[in-house]
């Protein structure tokens, strides 16, 4: 039988870039495929009423790592938790990314869609090529540099890398496998640019409440019919997916 | 020695918490958590004839203390449902409610044909659904609709016959009375509340079908009140639904007058939510001197 | 330059945030916070004609994301309230509607006509009080009597008339429109839910009249669908109600199409709230660059 | 104009007896009266939904102590909070004890209703007897030493001081003043032991939702008619107060 929500420790809390907070929780039994995630109520009380998906950014023995961006209530009140604060976890859920990838491998993140990525990059064995897009501040580049093979970089406004959007400099004919986290314009692009030509798989985001597979709230549409992101994904193929305008 | 067993509509309820339906599945992804041989009842994801998608866009949405939710009804039809779910269901040891929701009476009577022939202990009439034939006004609305649906379905339904009951129905009580006196066998209420959220910065309802529906704890006073009037209103059995979070909130609504109590949008917050309240209710009787459920029933 | 201005039955509002009945109190209270002139208007705690002390044992019990309250129009009567509450809400530079409640038509009538002599900018006519005469079913459940109250009362208001609608009638929408046809200039909705708490120890109600009204944000979803529901179906203006805590929820409001909307339990939260809102709409206009109201009032 | 709710910080928040706990926090232009209370919001999220009062227990320079005991929800995350957390506090509120009593004073305090009953004592120039009645542990005994003239202790399982109820040790006779706290049923004993003999003054408790005098909420019923616990009180002479049974 699986556990359900279990009280871990906030090890550490920390703002590494505006509104972007990495943190470090400890507790027995802690697993994880890249791709997984957690759901996360770090509050007492009711309100929030839901729990909030956060993906594996990264483990390491009986630390696991979040990376989070502050979006709404839920994030900004996990942001205000300090180290020896206790969380409650559930998970890991759903289905990672396949790393028996073999030839030219790229990843593609955009934005918090970083946060998959890394531990993703660091549990595949070979090389990888690793695009990254923010808006205007970049981090986890040093986590990056130590095990990217090239490391692309882009920011809307220019400040950091290459100007533009990640997409202007990713080059699809040079991988044999691509796999991409971030917003969804961003992976359709990558998708429609892979199109016959490079499977690509795609890290899938939908508004959860169970994150177990029972509400079907978080379903998508994919040409084998509905599918939860939370349950049958959340990495799917990127032609399965059908994606709306 | 306590005893939490409880029937309603000549079944047998080992113990008076019941997951509620379209927020347990089928059952397989909780079964990952616990044996669901545990709970006194499973009612199904709401069925319908044929398989359904559901619907686009947003599905859930939180609000303080809840959620709206606009499935839209996803689910494998009937024939799919006996074939790959009912197996599993059949094989644990807890009362299998199937919830069978609908746009006409014909697709009713279908449905619940179907289930006729099967192994399942009950059937759960949902009639919150939208009307197709009357523009689209749900059957749960109008104590008149739902007694005409109620009491079709009622001619060829061959099995415990609960009707589930909308709490945007006009007059709740008058409701459940037609209800009653067209057959049903038991009711269960609520189901969720029409309400609805807008997107500020894009102008438009978060959800494509602008209204959905809310469930959660914020909903527990009123369902409270509901299954009170409605329990004091009739002779057949009520099931309590609505925002029941822990044992308190299900001893709450035991006093109110149910018979057994129905879990739904806790099992989102926690999936052992209906051990701890089985286990809490227990420990509850225990602590209080109670030894049958029916001792605190209704006792308001 | 943003002007949020908006006039409801000729009386023009310097904004749409009005502080809520029976939160507000006569003002003072939450007058030692703010200036009450920064206020679009306030509504009065509700009159009766004759004093009233209010109801025994517990008033306030707390819910997720809301208030049961069971107050029981605890007021000084109208004469008092001219004496000793209007002076001083007269020297306000803000709109003031008198929240009228009573139990019999007879009641009503009474209050109005004494209001009418005074500075009052408009009556807020409360129809969710249990009516003496039919056995305790509010005026505010069916659409007929609330037309023939509206209708009597109408007759001999010479203010503005804002009927406030309770939730609890049977079919909001049409509520409404009866309301509009009997000569209502506005319409405020909504009142509280009718609700219920247990205390499972004593095994009684929580409260001595067993059902109590239930407000605070958990509500805000359904209240919110209602008023879209009544601004599409009426032509007088909408005022929205119902767990608005921010801006954020008074635009939704908006958008749904209400002209516009009252604090009232958020007030309990943080007794600056309504400046906040008022705050933030502007800024909220500002950002996306809305001159007036009118340009986002029921977008939906 | 009053302030608002503004953010205090937590400098201790400690567990002094089985579910009692004192918390200090500090701020700027902290103020009040002995018997004044603040409204407590110790969550972010709106559940809990209400504020909840807490009575003053100390003020010295801009710290505030308050006493509490873990009732329920509310209190409960209140106990969960440590050193540098934040709070937010509205007060002091409501009208406190007369402090230019003259000639013998009684205090007579029951559970957690000691915690007003600490700043009172300090602040009246007069030596005091304190009697104080307890479940079972006993706290704050020796804060009380080091102001009262006598003290009187009761358990109502004897662990500590006379076994019983408080009321048995009080002798109204003896004093020219009562001040009294807790339990309803012990003040109303007060009161009645107190009646034709000595005038006592009561501090109510009641469900409280805005805490200013808005909501009538806390509403008690008086000789002089209705009363607001929040804004009228909650110190009240026992004679105005109608008790129920
Ligand atoms: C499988 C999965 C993994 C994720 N991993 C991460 C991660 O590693 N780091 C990270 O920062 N974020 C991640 N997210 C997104 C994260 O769950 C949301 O940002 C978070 O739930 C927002 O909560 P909130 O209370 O702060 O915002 P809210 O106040 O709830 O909403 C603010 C805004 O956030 C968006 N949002 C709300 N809920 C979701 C949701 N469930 N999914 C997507 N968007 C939502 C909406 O646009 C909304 O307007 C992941 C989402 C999924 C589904
Ligand atoms: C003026 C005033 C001063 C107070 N000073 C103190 C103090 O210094 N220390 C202290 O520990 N407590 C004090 N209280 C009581 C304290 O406010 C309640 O114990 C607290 O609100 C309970 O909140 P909760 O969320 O923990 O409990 P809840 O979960 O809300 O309720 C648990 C139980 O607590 C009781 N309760 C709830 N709210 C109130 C309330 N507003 N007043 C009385 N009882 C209530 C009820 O019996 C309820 O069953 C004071 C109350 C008032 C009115
Ligand atoms: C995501 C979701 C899906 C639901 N689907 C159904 C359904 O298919 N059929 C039905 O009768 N009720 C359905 N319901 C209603 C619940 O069974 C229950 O009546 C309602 O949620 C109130 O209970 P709660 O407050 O405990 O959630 C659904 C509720 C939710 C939250
Ligand atoms: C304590 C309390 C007292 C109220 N008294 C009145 C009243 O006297 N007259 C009235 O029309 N509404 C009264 N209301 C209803 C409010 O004006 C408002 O309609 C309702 O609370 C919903 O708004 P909210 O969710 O913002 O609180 C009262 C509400 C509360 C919480
Ligand atoms: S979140 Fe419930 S099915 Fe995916
Ligand atoms: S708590 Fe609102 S009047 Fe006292």
């Avoid at chain 1, 990713?170 to 044999?176: A, S």
């Avoid at chain 2, 197996?87 to 069978?100: H, R, S, Y």
Wanted: aromatic share 8%; charged share 25%.
């Amino acid at each position: 039988m699986k556990e359900g929500y279990r009280k871990v420790t906030i090890c550490s809390n920390r703002e590494i870039a505006t509104d972007i907070y990495e943190m470090k929780v400890k507790g027995s039994g802690i697993l994880g495929d890249p791709g997984q995630f957690y759901m996360l109520k770090g509050w007492l009380g009711l309100d929030p009423f839901l729990p909030r998906p956060i993906s594996i950014c990264d483990i390491s023995d009986d630390k696991i790592t979040f990376l989070y961006e502050i979006r709404g209530k839920g994030t900004g009140i996990m942001a205000n938790l300090k180290a020896l604060d206790k969380i409650e976890i559930l998970g890991p859920l759903g289905n990672g990314f396949n790393l028996n990838s073999k030839g030219n491998i790229a990843i593609i993140s955009g934005g918090i869609g970083i946060a998959p990525m890394i531990y993703t990059m660091k549990s595949i064995d070979t090389p990888i090529d690793f695009y990254c897009g923010f808006r205007d501040e970049v981090y986890y580049i040093d986590e990056i540099k130590k095990h990217a093979n090239n490391i692309y970089i882009t920011t809307e406004d220019g400040s950091v890398g290459h100007k533009g959007f990640i997409t202007e400099l990713f080059v699809p004919e040079k991988y044999d496998i691509v796999m991409t986290c971030g917003p969804i314009p961003m992976m359709k692009k990558v998708v429609q640019m892979c199109k016959d030509k490079v499977p690509v798989f795609i890290s899938m985001e939908s508004r959860m409440a169970c994150g177990i597979g029972a509400c079907l709230g978080c379903s998508i549409e994919t040409t084998w019919g509905m599918k939860r992101v939370c349950k049958d994904g959340p990495v799917f193929s990127g032609e399965e997916v059908i994606f709306y305008d | 020695m306590i005893d939490t067993r409880v029937k309603i509509a000549q079944v047998e309820f080992k113990n008076p918490v019941i997951a509620a339906s379209g927020t347990f599945g089928f059952g397989r992804e909780y079964g990952e958590y616990f044996s669901l041989s545990k709970l006194g009842g499973i009612s199904t994801k709401g069925l319908t004839l044929n398989k359904r998608g559901g619907n686009e866009g947003i599905r859930i949405y939180e609000t303080t203390g809840g959620i709206l939710n606009s499935i839209g009804l996803q689910n494998p039809g009937i024939d799919d449902f006996i074939q790959e779910e009912l197996p599993f269901l059949e094989k644990q040891d807890t009362v299998l409610l199937a919830n069978v929701g609908g746009s006409t009476i014909d697709e009713y009577i279908k449905s619940v044909e179907k289930l006729n022939e099967t192994n399942v202990d009950g059937i759960e009439l949902n009639i919150s659904c939208p009307n197709v034939k009357k523009g689209g006004m749900a059957f749960g609305i109008k104590s008149e609709i739902a007694y005409k649906v109620v009491l079709e379905v009622r001619q060829v339904c061959k099995k415990p016959l609960i009707v589930k009951l909308s709490p945007n129905a006009e007059d709740i009580v008058h409701m459940a009375q037609c209800c009653e006196r067209a057959g049903a066998d038991g009711l269960s209420l609520v189901n969720t509340f029409s309400g609805m959220a807008i997107d500020i910065y894009s102008r438009k309802p978060v959800f494509n079908n602008i209204l959905a529906g809310l469930s959660g704890p914020c909903i527990k006073p009123i369902a409270l009140r509901m299954v009170y009037e409605v329990s004091k209103a009739v002779n057949i059995p009520v099931i309590g639904i609505g925002g029941i979070m822990d044992y308190k909130d299900a001893i709450e609504f035991i006093m109110a007058g149910a018979y057994a109590v129905q879990i739904g949008s806790g099992n989102f917050i926690n999936p052992h939510i209906c051990l701890d309240i089985i286990d809490g209710i227990e420990r509850f009787m225990e602590d209080e001197g109670i030894k049958f459920i029916e001792e605190i029933r209704g006792v308001i």
